[in-house]
């Protein structure tokens, strides 16, 4: 069944008549597509036009292309969220009915740099601590976070904990309250730390998340760059009209 049955851009229609196939489990997740020149012929459009239609279901996430093998539908994220609030990774990963874990990897004290002395407004005598862990649902790696704290806003003992949540931690002497944040979303490819870590394919797409958390006198008080299986997880906006 050819898809010419509007005044649309053809390839929008081709977009919508895949996304609509791929809905009804015409193509599965992670099966491989028919060949570009199947999918025209079925479609009755032309390969060029097939091509710009992938190439932006690819850039959706809808589908994968994997060079020398072919094109694949992409499993659909397990967790979505609005980046409106405030809300953790593990309340994310509970109301998607799995259970959140979390693997860590370092946690270190250090003399503050020049990068965290920009960020933090503190000194270099200064110390920063920074923790390295992979968040995890029902075990499976899913999250890879570097979070950095000044050492003055957390419990002098936190160092010695095993598990400790950072928002808590920061807030335990009821001196801090972190109120809002600033995120910065920028989407990649294979990374060469993050990847091998979230154990993830090759063609598997992160969303790097870099967020500065402030308290409620608009002071900084924590740094995090989390990195996201963008096979697992999907934001969105909510925008409303001024």
Do not use: W
Request: aromatic content about 8%.
């Amino acid at each position: 069944m050819t898809i010419k049955s509007d005044h649309r851009a053809l390839y929008l229609q081709v977009i919508d008549r895949m996304k609509q196939d791929i809905a009804a489990g015409v193509y599965k997740e992670k099966e491989k597509l028919p060949s570009e020149f199947e999918l025209s012929k079925t479609l009755g459009v032309s390969r060029a036009t097939l091509r710009e239609a992938l190439r932006l279901l690819e850039e959706d996430n809808i589908i994968v292309r994997r060079h020398g093998v072919g094109t694949f539908v992409n499993s659909k994220p397990l967790f979505s969220s609005g980046i409106e609030q405030l809300t953790s990774v593990s309340d994310m990963i509970r109301q998607a009915g799995m259970e959140p874990g979390a693997i860590y990897l370092s946690t270190s004290e250090t003399l503050s740099s020049e990068e965290d002395i920009k960020r933090f407004h503190c000194t270099g005598d200064d110390t920063i601590i920074t923790i390295e862990r992979v968040r995890t649902a029902n075990g499976e790696p899913v999250v890879y976070c570097i979070d950095k704290v000044p050492s003055d806003y957390l419990p002098t003992d936190f160092l010695g904990r095993t598990e400790s949540s950072i928002f808590t931690a920061i807030e335990e002497s009821g001196d801090i309250h972190i109120s809002y944040a600033v995120t910065f979303i920028d989407p990649t490819g294979y990374h060469e730390e993050a990847s091998p870590i979230l154990e993830c394919e090759p063609e598997t797409a992160l969303l790097v998340l870099k967020q500065l958390h402030y308290d409620e006198d608009d002071r900084l008080v924590l740094y995090s760059k989390n990195y996201f299986r963008a096979d697992k997880f999907s934001f969105h906006v909510v925008r409303k009209r001024v």
